[in-house]
Structure formats: C-alpha cells, structure tokens
C-alpha cells in the first residue's frame, strides 16, 4: 500500500425520515396566543416606562409586574416565531424504521 492510496469513500446512510407537518389551525392559535401574549409586555414597557420617566427609576412595588409582563411579552414573542418559522413536529418513537 502507498502514500497515494485512499481508502474507498463510506457508503451514504439512510436518508432522513419525514418529519411529520403541524396542522394549520394549530399554527394559527399558535400565532393568536403569541399575540395576545404580547398585551401584558407591552403594558409592562408603558408602566415601566411611565415610572423611570417619573421618578428616574421603577417602583419596587411595581417592579415584580413589570418583569413579569417582559416574561410574558417574550414568551408571546417566542410563540410567535415557532409559529411563523413552522417548526415540524417530530416523529413518534415508535414509528421510525
């Protein structure tokens, strides 16, 4: 055997399975409750806001709030995009070959 010689190429795996597609009406309510979500951040930004413009920083009464609204704002931003982006939903273990 010399330098020159290459081992022969590996034969090519299996081809991928098919991941199943989610349904329309459920990326629809995907998309609905992604924005309703939006509601509580957006009214923690105007609360928030409206407390640092007032006093130069948030009350810490209504601090807990207003991290909770953000949380739930970006959990709504994030369901949005799993809805936009289509995510597939995976198969079922005991389907696959």
Do not use: N, Y
């Not at 020159?4 to 329309?24: E, F, I, L, N, V």
């Amino acid at each position: 055997m010399s330098i020159s010689d290459t081992p022969p190429p590996a034969p090519p795996g299996p081809p991928p399975a098919p991941m199943q597609k989610r349904s329309g009406c459920l990326t629809a309510l995907m998309a609905i409750f992604g924005i309703l979500m939006l509601l509580p951040g957006a009214c923690a930004l105007l609360f928030g806001g409206m407390s640092v413009v007032e006093d130069g920083r948030i009350a810490s009464d209504i601090a807990p709030l207003v991290f909770l609204g953000l949380v739930v704002g970006i959990g709504g931003v994030a369901l949005i995009w799993a809805a936009i982006k289509g995510r597939k939903a995976p198969a079922h273990p005991g389907t696959q070959a």
